[in-house]
C-alpha cells in the first residue's frame, strides 16, 4: 500500500523559510514524477512544483519560481520541498503527491496517490 506522509509545516513569518518533507513507502517512484501541490481556504487546489524522480528534471508554478526548490533523496526515500521568502499568499495546506507517470504535469488529476497534507502558515 503506498502511503506518503508529509511534514514540516508550521508558522513562520513572511520572508522566512520552511523546509517540506514527503517520505514515499509502499513502492519506489524511482521511474516517476512526485510533487507538490497547496490548497488555500475557500480555493482549488493547485501546482507547487514536481521532479522526475530518475532525472532529477523539475518544474515549478510561476509564483514560487525562485522561491521554492524541490529536490529527492534516493536514500530516504523523499522529496523536498526547500521554501525562501515566505508571503502570506503562500499559507496553505501542502500536499505530497505521486504519479505512475513520467510527465512534469501541473493537475492534480494527473496524480495518484496523496499525502494528508501539512499546514504552513506565513504571518504578514
Known amino acids: 500500500q503506498v502511503q506518503l506522509v508529509e511534514s514540516g509545516g508550521g508558522l513562520v513569518q513572511a520572508g522566512g523559510s520552511l523546509r517540506l518533507s514527503c517520505a514515499a513507502s509502499?513502492?519506489?517512484?524511482?521511474?516517476?514524477?512526485l510533487g507538490w501541490f497547496r490548497q488555500a481556504p475557500g480555493k482549488e487546489r493547485e501546482f507547487v512544483a514536481a521532479?522526475?524522480?530518475?532525472?532529477?528534471?523539475?518544474r515549478y508554478a510561476d509564483s514560487v519560481k525562485g522561491r521554492f526548490t524541490i529536490s529527492r533523496d534516493n536514500a530516504k526515500n523523499t522529496v523536498d520541498l526547500q521554501m525562501n521568502s515566505l508571503k502570506p499568499e503562500d499559507t496553505a495546506v501542502y500536499y505530497c503527491?505521486?504519479?505512475?507517470?513520467?510527465?512534469?504535469?501541473?493537475?492534480?488529476?494527473?496524480?495518484?496517490?496523496w499525502g494528508q497534507g501539512t499546514q504552513v502558515t506565513v504571518s504578514s
Open positions: 521532479i522526475r524522480w530518475s532525472l532529477g528534471f523539475t
Open positions: 509502499g513502492r519506489t517512484f524511482s521511474r516517476n514524477v
Open positions: 503527491a505521486a504519479s505512475d507517470g513520467v510527465g512534469l504535469t501541473i493537475s492534480p488529476h494527473t496524480y495518484n496517490y
